[in-house]
């Protein structure tokens, strides 16, 4: 199965700046997924990126406030913009493919936000 | 789209008791996975169902579809604090192709 890093594990930002993620896969796959883990939630799904086309967006979900980058089959990105303290959450990336019947989809190892 | 419900949302058992975990599908389900969370870290793959009336075990946790691939429970044999944490169901259309749609989970306490 895919092997995912991500990084940051943990920020603390102001309010009003960005985060940037980054999610680096040991394997080129197609489609990753984006979730996001609201303090004692479950895992809303943020978007699916697509290498080679833009990124598709769940409702309640929009590209100004989570633009994603896919620039290669091994890598994204996601930048939480223009933060608030709703935004504190853990942020999660996923892959899924050929091993996932297996092995399951993979997760990162998400990064914990806290906007002050 | 599909929705998960889970149930129950959260549980606390004595160690050493059976559990047992729901989570039914409002649509057939095609591939229906298990997760396990501690507490603020990675999700951990548990198992994957995908055909009706499938049964699966790994330690002491079994995992069953029923026939009608719409609902699943997560069975804990013995719990032992080492089984505490969130308890995921997750279900995806195409396996492996599209994102995972997961349930609220199911929070489980194991006390002494």
């Known amino acids: 199965s895919a092997v995912i890093s991500q990084k940051p594990s943990r920020d603390i930002c102001q309010r009003g700046t960005s985060l940037t993620i980054q999610c680096q896969v040991d394997?080129?796959?197609?489609?990753m997924f984006w979730y996001r883990q609201q303090p004692g939630q479950s895992l809303t799904l943020i978007a699916t990126?697509?290498?080679?086309?833009?990124?598709?967006?769940e409702s309640g979900f929009v590209i100004d406030k989570f633009p994603i980058s896919r620039p290669n089959l091994t890598f994204s990105t996601l930048t939480v913009s223009n933060l608030s303290p709703e935004d504190s959450s853990i942020y999660l990336c996923?892959?899924?493919?050929?091993?996932?019947?297996?092995?399951?989809?993979?997760f990162g190892s998400g990064t914990r936000l806290t906007v002050v | 789209s599909q929705e998960l419900e889970q149930s129950p949302q959260s549980l606390i058992v004595q160690e050493g008791k059976n559990l047992t975990i729901n989570c039914t599908s409002s649509?057939?389900?095609?591939?229906l996975y298990w997760y396990k969370q501690k507490y603020g870290e990675g999700l951990i793959f548990l198992m994957m169902?995908?055909?009706?009336?499938e049964e699966k075990s790994h330690e002491k946790i079994t995992a069953k579809l029923d026939e009608k691939k719409q609902q699943s429970s997560l069975h804990i044999t013995a719990s032992q604090p080492s089984h505490a944490g969130i308890y995921l169901c997750?279900?995806?259309?195409?396996?492996?192709?599209?994102?995972?749609?997961f349930g609220k989970g199911t929070r489980l306490s194991v006390i002494a």
């Open positions: 997750g279900a995806d259309s195409l396996s492996g192709n599209t994102p995972l749609v």
């Open positions: 996923s892959v899924g493919g050929i091993g996932a019947t297996n092995y399951g989809y993979t």
């Open positions: 169902l995908q055909k009706g009336g």
């Open positions: 394997s080129q796959v197609t489609m």
């Open positions: 649509k057939t389900l095609y591939g």
């Open positions: 990126a697509n290498q080679g086309s833009e990124a598709t967006y």
